[in-house]
């Protein structure tokens, strides 16, 4: 019995999706917000762009045109939609390929909407690049469409720099980590000695034991900072 009333409601579903599918794809002409929109589909190396504009009197025009994904073809692609009078925009957050699509058409538009891709795909195993753009399009300009958060350029600017940052600081953790190791395994205990072995008696030390040339414990001791000198006994600086 459970399974025959999970297969009866995964029926349901099914044919649920595929209603909406199709009331997204013939809108109410009353629910319509944009007379002019445009619907893209982004890819690695191309995105394919269709612009809607209803008329006085009620007919849709339709324009549809391929670019790759090159600087010069995106400006061009900006260019297309301004000669169409289209200034809203709206595209799926496919990987990072949106991100430069989204830069160059942010300053041009009154709107760039970049979409979340499981909310406007709504049936599986039925993709196709010009019903993509088409439900796309025809979603955005009856508000069917979900934005997702986009900070503004100057604050996507120092988010950027400051995850950058954070990675280097990382690496030098990282690199750190692997110094005291290297010195563990060798049985130079500097970490037992020195706070931070990336301090200046402990760096002095390291170039001394590198260099290959014979030393001694007066050579090494040689190397530590005068300050620590008060510390020496207990083995710590």
């Known amino acids: ?18 209603a909406c599918e199709l009331t997204s794809h013939q809108p109410h002409e009353e629910k319509l917000i944009l007379q002019t929109a445009c619907g893209m589909d982004v890819h690695k190396s191309f995105i394919v762009a269709v612009t809607k504009t209803t008329d006085s009197q009620g007919k849709v025009i339709t324009h549809k045109k391929r670019f790759s994904t090159f600087k010069e073809d995106l400006i061009e692609c900006k260019d297309w939609l301004l000669e169409h009078d289209c200034h809203h925009v709206c595209m799926e957050s496919t990987g990072k390929y949106w991100i430069p699509v989204f830069n160059i058409l942010e300053p041009a538009m009154k709107e760039v909407r970049v979409c979340n891709p499981k909310w406007l795909s709504l049936i599986k195993d039925e993709k196709d690049d010009n019903k993509d753009t088409d439900r796309i399009c ?33 690496i030098r953790t990282a690199e ?16 037992m000695v020195f706070s931070d072995i990336r301090g200046k008696s402990a760096t002095r030390i390291i170039n001394l034991i590198i260099s290959g ?5 007066k050579d090494i001791l040689s190397c530590v900072h005068p300050r620590c000198k ?3 006994e207990d083995r710590g600086c």
């Open 213 to 217: 040339k014979p030393y001694t414990d």
């Open 1 to 18: 019995m459970n399974k025959d009333k999970i297969s009866d409601e995964s029926c349901a579903l099914v044919q649920a999706v595929k």
């Open 176 to 191: 750190h980590n692997r110094l005291i190791n290297c010195l563990t395994t060798d049985n130079y205990k500097l970490d």
């Open 230 to 232: 008060a510390k020496r």
């Open 138 to 170: 025809d979603l955005y300009r009856h508000g069917m469409t979900r934005s997702s958060y986009i900070p503004s350029a100057d604050f996507r600017e120092l988010r950027a720099t400051s995850r950058q940052r954070r990675k280097y600081v990382q």
